[in-house]
DNA sequence: AAACTGACTTCTC
DNA sequence: GGAGAAGCCAGTT
């Protein structure tokens, strides 16, 4: 079995994120055995088209706050974030990371 | 094989 | 607290 791409990893990962919760793309790299890929974490995502196969609406910046988004902006990646029930700070697109960030 | 790109992160001003 | 610059990593061309 060869070993599979960090692409994968990462899409694999994406799919664990549990509904409701968000993780940063440095948490995505680092468990995908390579702290500090954060960026290539994001371009993977925004290879990715839509969702059944990798929410990546559920990754977001290390500091909550929410990037770019493929299909359809940070704007619809907000409402599905707050449809699933993850906490926000008011007026903003960060997340509130202290409630929502996923944690093992 | 080399160079460029990018949905990142962290530091400094 | 906000803006700018540098550094890191994997993928794509």
Redesign the pocket.
């Known amino acids: 079995m060869p070993p599979l791409?960090?692409?994968d990893k990462i899409y694999n990962l994406a799919r664990q994120i549990p509904k409701g919760k968000v993780a940063?793309?440095?948490q995505l790299a680092f468990l995908a055995g390579?702290p500090?890929?954060?960026?290539?974490?994001?371009?993977?995502?925004?290879?990715?088209p839509d969702v059944p196969r990798t929410p990546?609406?559920r990754?977001v910046?290390?500091?909550g706050k929410l990037?770019?988004?493929?299909?359809g902006g940070v704007s619809r990646k907000k409402e599905m974030l707050l449809e699933e029930g993850v906490t926000f700070k008011q007026g903003t697109d960060v997340v509130d990371l202290a409630v929502s960030q996923w944690r093992l």
Not at 36 to 48: F, L, T
Not at 67 to 71: F, K, L, N, P, V
């Open positions: 791409s960090f692409r940063t793309y440095g390579s500090g890929a954060a960026r290539s974490v994001g371009m993977c995502m925004k290879q990715n990546c609406h990754v910046a290390s500091n990037t770019g988004y493929s299909a």
